[in-house]
């Protein structure tokens, strides 16, 4: 007896491994329709729906309806035609024309005016395959997903039931009635209506156009995160970003790190840190190392603000700079460069103007000129400068190498003769402190004179004369008469440590900016090839598939594909 126990247990395991085996591969269960068996199909139950109703079958969760099936019991199989519909749980509804399943595969195909519906989308296509182990649906033959608020196509395409996610790999295109989006790849969520973008992606409407190679995008609420290569076209205005924010409703966008605005009207860039654009209010927002750049017939204007705004009609550009403002104009060969510092700066690009604010300096040349407010006047049909007008407290140094040399007076007009100063009117109050010289720049004397006022003539920015105006009072004095501490005019203040030589100097002082971590969208994990799972799955001789239809094709793309071909654009970057 003890001699028989080990064969006993060896056979109730192999009993308790078939009932098991049994449970998990489950008949197909045929609940009503009117039985049929025919000769010319002997394997095959004919079910045919009757008075009652359409044939009804279900196998372990799901349930199906249609007007004809035959049922291969040997190989739990069926094939139903008419009006088939197939529903898993509340949410998942599968109509075709026909279609068959493998009860132990679990394995669906339909064919033939497809629908796909769950509760906030529906899927049209000619033939679908779905896999219920996976719990995915695949379509090779061309979709269209109807959105609440949109309309999604693609040529090859999954759906994942329990994430509710299609996953659209090959010319994907959502319309909606406010824009059109095209991507290479899209992740569409049915329940939030989010889509994630990777690869080349564009979202055009009416006013605007976001590009973008890796991006998320709200489709019911229209606005998105987009970063990798991002802009936002708008009609005159181009603007890019590390990241980018868009909001459609408001018309809003904004954008971190990197920031660069392109006007194309106005040839001007603005670039800096962080952004803000309102396209109906046509206005520009930038700060983080704020940065103008205008260009006019070949010359370049910077402004640097620690906060620019940019306002107006293209005919009609406002460019406002708050804090530390700067402005530099470099030089060439035929010209000085010039430069300037206020509390704040003002741009009308219509007129012409320029206003610095609050304790401005400009350096023309190597004249330093100061007063309460400067302005800047160019000629708007020439692009070039035309004129100067310092208003208050005017006061005009240059650098000699014995001294400086000094002009000081209520107010200033200066004119510009191919963008140098060329002559400059200074009126009440005139005082001027010159050291004169002659032509081989030998010091005759220091001038110290008196007038109602002055005319001052420069050439290449160096004074080559002055003439007085009324009520002159003044004297030319021998170097050793002139006392030192007369040598300097009251309220002198001498600021060419501050003077701006190159571009880079509008920062000069300013700490970098601390720039925000850019939370990038990664590309979610490589799902294996659908095929890949039934490439060596039996089908039963009674399936309209072929095994070459369960195959991989060639042309046809994958995640796996597109994930490197992903990693090679980033690494070309």
């Not at 008949?27 to 729906?49: C, V």
């Not at 705004?309 to 700079?321: A, L, S, V």
């Not at 300013?510 to 590309?523: F, G, N, Q, S, T």
Request: with cysteine; charged share 25%; hydrophobic share 30%.
């Amino acid at each position: 007896m003890n001699r028989m126990k080990p064969y006993i247990s060896i056979l109730f395991i192999c009993l308790f491994s078939f009932f098991l085996s049994a449970q998990d591969q489950q008949k197909i269960d045929i609940q009503s329709g009117y039985l049929e068996i025919r000769p010319e199909f002997p394997d095959a139950a004919i079910y045919t729906k009757d008075q009652s109703g359409q044939v009804y079958i279900v196998h372990d969760g799901i349930e199906m309806w249609c007007d004809q099936a035959f049922v291969y019991l040997k190989h739990n199989f069926v094939k139903a035609y008419g009006e088939v519909r197939i529903h898993q749980g509340d949410t998942i509804t599968l109509q075709s024309n026909y279609a068959e399943y493998n009860g132990d595969t679990q394995f669906a195909f339909a064919s033939g005016n497809v629908v796909l519906q769950e509760p906030d989308t529906r899927l049209e296509t000619d033939t679908i395959f779905f896999d219920r182990t996976k719990q995915q649906a695949y379509y090779r033959s061309g979709g269209t997903v109807r959105d609440t608020s949109s309309v999604l196509t693609s040529r090859y395409g999954s759906y994942f039931t329990e994430s509710k996610k299609y996953q659209f790999l090959s010319d994907v295109k959502i319309v909606n009635p406010k824009y059109i989006l095209n991507s290479e790849r899209l992740d569409f969520y049915t329940e939030s209506g989010g889509a994630f973008l990777y690869g080349s992606s564009t979202i055009e409407g009416e006013n605007s156009t976001v590009y973008c190679e890796r991006g998320y995008y709200d489709t019911r609420n229209d606005s998105g995160y987009f970063v990798k290569n991002s802009r936002v076209d708008y009609e005159n205005r181009i603007l890019y970003g590390d990241s980018i924010f868009f909001d459609r409703n408001r018309n809003f966008a904004s954008a971190t790190n990197n920031i660069k605005v392109l006007d194309t009207i106005n040839k001007s860039i603005v670039s800096g840190h962080y952004a803000e654009v309102y396209r109906d209010k046509d206005s520009v927002f930038i700060t983080k190392r704020a940065l103008a750049m205008t260009v006019n017939k070949g010359d370049t204007i910077y402004v640097h603000a620690d906060t620019l705004q940019i306002t107006g009609k293209p005919e009609n550009r406002i460019i406002k700079g708050f804090y530390r403002a700067r402005m530099f104009k470099p030089g060439n060969e035929q010209e000085e460069s010039m430069s300037g510092k206020s509390d704040s700066i003002y741009t009308n690009e219509f007129t012409g103007i320029t206003k610095m604010l609050r304790n401005p300096v400009l350096w023309s040349g190597e004249n330093q000129i100061t007063g309460d407010t400067i302005h800047l006047i160019s000629n708007t049909q020439t692009e070039q400068l035309d004129s100067l007008k310092v208003f208050n407290n005017v006061f005009i140094i240059q650098k000699d190498s014995l001294g400086f040399n000094q002009v000081k007076g209520e107010n200033l007009v200066g004119l510009f003769l191919n963008n140098e100063l060329n002559t400059i009117h200074i009126n009440k109050n005139t005082q001027v402190i010159y050291y004169s010289r002659n032509d081989n720049q030998e010091l005759i004397g220091i001038d110290h004179t008196l007038a109602s006022s002055i005319d001052i003539y420069l050439e290449n920015q160096q004074i080559t004369g002055i003439r007085f105006n009324k009520n002159v009072q003044g004297k030319l004095y021998p170097l050793s008469q002139f006392p030192e501490n007369a040598r300097l005019l009251t309220g002198f203040n001498w600021r060419g440590n501050e003077r701006l030589i190159t571009k880079e100097d509008l920062f000069k002082g300013k700490p970098e900016p601390e720039l925000p971590v850019i939370r990038e969208i990664e590309l979610p994990p490589a799902e294996v090839d659908f095929f890949e799972y039934h490439a060596d799955a039996v089908i039963p001789k009674e399936s309209n598939l072929t095994q070459e239809e369960l195959q991989h094709r060639e042309d046809e793309p994958t995640q796996k594909k597109k994930k490197n071909e992903s990693e090679n654009q980033e690494d070309a970057f």
